[in-house]
C-alpha cells in the first residue's frame, strides 16, 4: 500500500480554532448543526478553496481510530462534520448542546437549494459515467439554474501522476466553488488530503451522496432519520455489504466512545 503523501506546504486562509469541535475517538468531530455550517461555507466559500470536509460516521470514526495515518487525514481538513446520529448524541452528552446530525446528502441539497442564486459552480468526482448521467439530469430538472461546471469518474485502478495531474488541472480550468467527491470512504478522504492545495474549490467527501441524488438508493424515512436509525435502513437495502462493517464499526463505537468516554 501507497504512503499518503500530504500536502504540507497548504496553507488555510480562515481560522479552524474558530470551529466548534468534540474530540470523538481522536478525530475532531464539528460540534455544530446544519444552519451554522451554511452559514460558515456561505460566508467563507471563496477562502475554503483548497480545503476539504470529512463527512464523518460511525465507520469512518472507529476506521480513524484504529488507523493513525487516516486520523491525520479526517483531522487534517477545515471540518468533519458529524454525518452519524451517533456521534451527535455523543457530542450532545459531552456538552455540546447544539450539536446536530448534519449528513453528507442533506449537505449537497441545502447547497443545490441556493447555488442559482448565489452562482455556486459544482464540479462531481467519483461513481460511474451512468450515475454521472442521471445525477446531471436530476440536479438540472430538480434545481433550475444550478451551474454543473464538470463531471468525471475515475478508474477503478491506482491513476498514474500523469493521469492525476491531469484530471487535477481539468478540475482546476472549470472554477468550481465546489469539489463533490464521491469514493466511497477511506478512499475519498485520502484522494482530498492528497490534493490539500492542489485543486481549486471546497473539496466535499459525500459517499453515497451521489447515488442519493441521482435517484439510485432512496434516503430512510424522516422519522429514522431524526432516530439516528438510517443505518437499519441502508442495511436493510444492502446487508451482504454491510452487515461485517456495521458489526465491527458500531461495537468498537459504542464500547469506545459511549462506555469508555474515548
Known amino acids: 500500500m501507497n504512503t499518503l503523501v500530504y500536502n504540507k506546504n497548504y496553507r488555510r486562509t480562515v481560522n479552524k480554532a474558530e470551529i466548534p469541535s468534540c474530540n470523538i475517538m481522536g478525530v475532531n468531530v464539528a460540534a455544530i448543526n446544519m444552519e451554522w455550517l451554511l452559514n460558515y461555507?456561505?460566508?467563507n466559500i471563496s477562502d475554503l478553496s483548497g480545503d476539504y470536509i470529512c463527512v464523518s460516521n460511525v465507520h469512518t470514526t472507529v476506521t480513524a481510530y484504529e488507523d493513525e495515518e487516516y486520523r491525520k487525514v479526517q483531522n487534517g481538513g477545515?471540518?468533519?462534520?458529524?454525518?452519524?446520529?451517533?456521534l451527535s448524541s455523543v457530542g450532545q452528552k459531552?456538552?455540546?448542546?447544539?450539536?446536530?446530525?448534519?449528513?453528507?446528502?442533506?449537505?449537497?441539497?441545502?447547497?443545490?437549494?441556493?447555488?442559482?442564486?448565489?452562482?455556486?459552480?459544482?464540479?462531481?468526482?467519483?461513481?460511474?459515467?451512468?450515475?454521472?448521467?442521471?445525477?446531471?439530469?436530476?440536479?438540472?430538472e430538480t434545481y433550475p439554474g444550478i451551474q454543473i461546471a464538470g463531471?468525471?469518474?475515475?478508474?477503478?485502478?491506482?491513476?498514474t501522476d500523469?493521469?492525476?495531474?491531469?484530471i487535477g488541472e481539468r478540475i482546476n480550468e472549470t472554477d468550481p466553488d465546489f469539489v463533490w467527491v464521491g469514493l466511497g470512504a477511506p478512499k475519498q478522504e485520502k484522494?482530498?488530503?492528497?490534493?490539500?492545495?492542489?485543486?481549486?474549490?471546497?473539496?466535499?467527501?459525500?459517499?453515497?451522496?451521489?447515488?442519493?441524488?441521482a435517484g439510485n438508493i432512496e434516503r430512510a424515512p424522516e422519522w429514522m432519520q431524526k432516530s439516528n436509525l438510517e443505518w437499519v435502513y441502508r442495511l436493510l437495502q444492502d446487508p451482504k455489504r454491510l452487515f461485517g462493517r456495521y458489526w465491527h464499526t458500531n461495537t468498537r463505537f459504542i464500547w469506545n466512545a459511549v462506555v469508555r468516554g474515548k
Open 41 to 43: 461555507l456561505n460566508n
Open 78 to 86: 477545515i471540518l468533519a462534520i458529524p454525518d452519524g446520529g451517533p
Open 94 to 140: 459531552r456538552g455540546f448542546k447544539s450539536m446536530k446530525r448534519t449528513t453528507g446528502p442533506s449537505l449537497m441539497e441545502e447547497i443545490f437549494k441556493i447555488s442559482a442564486a448565489k452562482g455556486y459552480r459544482h464540479y462531481f468526482y467519483g461513481s460511474t459515467d451512468e450515475t454521472l448521467e442521471k445525477l446531471y439530469s436530476a440536479l438540472t
Open 151 to 159: 463531471m468525471y469518474s475515475p478508474p477503478f485502478r491506482p491513476m
Open 162 to 166: 500523469d493521469e492525476d495531474k491531469a
Open 191 to 213: 484522494w482530498m488530503a492528497a490534493h490539500q492545495g492542489r485543486v481549486k474549490g471546497l473539496m466535499v467527501g459525500v459517499g453515497a451522496g451521489f447515488d442519493y441524488h
